[in-house]
């Protein structure tokens, strides 16, 4: 196959290239992506994509979009982002999947309250996912919905959820049939942060610089109508909008441009070895692997098919952090253990891209039983 731009594109991708040059600071690029979610560079930055209608150039138009059918032109976008550290924040995730499963899902009230502040840059999400003792396995939550005349009422928690401290919004999955199990029973929320009984503690851990954070729900009353798409059926929402998210955020794109950097290190210090030449080669061909997957998905996504092949893009991502990191940490030695080091940034971000958006072990258990038709461990 041979594959190219049109001219559109590639003069789209150089005024991209152009306006995050002018806009951000010196080496931005070099940071670990979602080091700065709530600075205010990060937050003038997005209000300034979102006021040139490059945040969401893949929605409709009537939504605030671009209204660009395409695949392609928010994927030369969300390379460019990734290619200068991911400047965007927690807002790459409303672009990418939040905004668009309410525009596939949402009442009209709900799109004309959540979509437009997510178009101009000015809305912040979390997702509540993950709970205590199910971890990445979402069908396994506990927490609960009760429906009480035209309310919910919310009681359990959620934990390692990213950029809750300063979300405006919540994502939320909990289960509103009890008598259920797996991922049947389950609905999604759209709930405010401030909302009584919504409580966020920050979790310290040893990514210091990506804290996550214990969310917990006691009775926490939310209306009916936060309640996004049908009851019972949230399962089907969220597997559709994490196919968006699994490839909506191209780290291979920085892993190979850090590659880069790491090389030409080591040829100024006289560090570049035959040994290391043949790792970073492997570990290039991955990162090409990686976009080659993300582009066959894109593709199927916008034919409307993609199915278990989003796992599998998920995972070549995630191998294509990890061969550069071993290529930046053998490099550097000891001094890849300092603190802001390409190598010691590297092996945070791929620390990261193992766990955000279901662990890589979990990707590994659907595509094994999703791709491979394998059955499901007892």
């Not at 009890?178 to 759209?190: E, Q």
């Not at 019972?232 to 191209?250: F, M, Q, Y």
Request: include cysteine; charge should be neutral.
């Amino acid at each position: 196959m041979e594959f190219s731009w049109t001219a559109e594109q590639e003069s789209f991708r150089r005024d991209v290239s152009a306006f995050i040059k002018e806009t951000l600071p010196e080496n931005w690029w070099s940071r670990v992506p979602g080091e700065e979610p709530y600075s205010e560079v990060t937050l003038e930055f997005c209000r300034k994509l979102g006021a040139k209608g490059w945040l969401t150039p893949h929605w409709p138009v009537e939504y605030g979009g671009g209204g660009d059918t395409s695949p392609w032109r928010a994927a030369i976008l969300n390379e460019e982002l990734w290619s200068n550290g991911e400047p965007r924040g927690s807002q790459y995730m409303n672009t990418n999947w939040i905004g668009p499963a309410i525009i596939a899902n949402g009442t009209e009230q709900q799109k004309r309250h959540f979509l437009p502040p997510i178009t101009r840059g000015e809305a912040l999400w979390c997702q509540g996912f993950s709970e205590p003792g199910a971890g990445s396995d979402l069908a396994a939550m506990k927490t609960s919905a009760v429906r009480d005349g035209d309310d919910y009422v919310i009681n359990g928690e959620k934990i390692w959820t990213s950029y809750a401290r300063g979300a405006q919004y919540c994502f939320l999955l909990a289960r509103t049939d009890p008598t259920t199990t797996g991922g049947s029973g389950i609905s999604i929320f759209l709930v405010s942060t401030k909302t009584p009984g919504f409580r966020i503690v920050p979790i310290n851990g040893i990514l210091d610089i990506h804290v996550t954070h214990h969310m917990t729900f006691e009775n926490v009353r939310v209306p009916a109508a936060s309640r996004l798409g049908p009851e019972n059926a949230g399962w089907t929402i969220i597997r559709d909008a994490l196919a968006d998210e699994r490839v909506g955020s191209p780290r291979h794109i920085r892993a190979a441009i850090i590659l880069d950097n790491v090389i030409a290190q080591a040829k100024r210090d006289g560090r570049l070895s035959l040994a290391t030449l043949r790792q970073a080669a492997h570990a290039r061909s991955v990162c090409r692997a990686a976009r080659i997957f993300v582009y066959r998905i894109r593709q199927l996504r916008a034919a409307g098919d993609a199915g278990a092949e989003a796992y599998l893009a998920r995972c070549a991502i995630v191998n294509a952090e990890r061969a550069v990191a071993e290529v930046a940490a053998d490099v550097a030695g000891p001094e890849g253990l300092i603190s802001g080091s390409l190598a010691d940034g590297e092996y945070r971000t791929t620390l990261i891209a193992g766990l955000g958006g279901g662990s890589y072990e979990t990707q590994l258990n659907l595509v094994a039983r999703l791709w491979l038709k394998l059955p499901k461990a007892s």
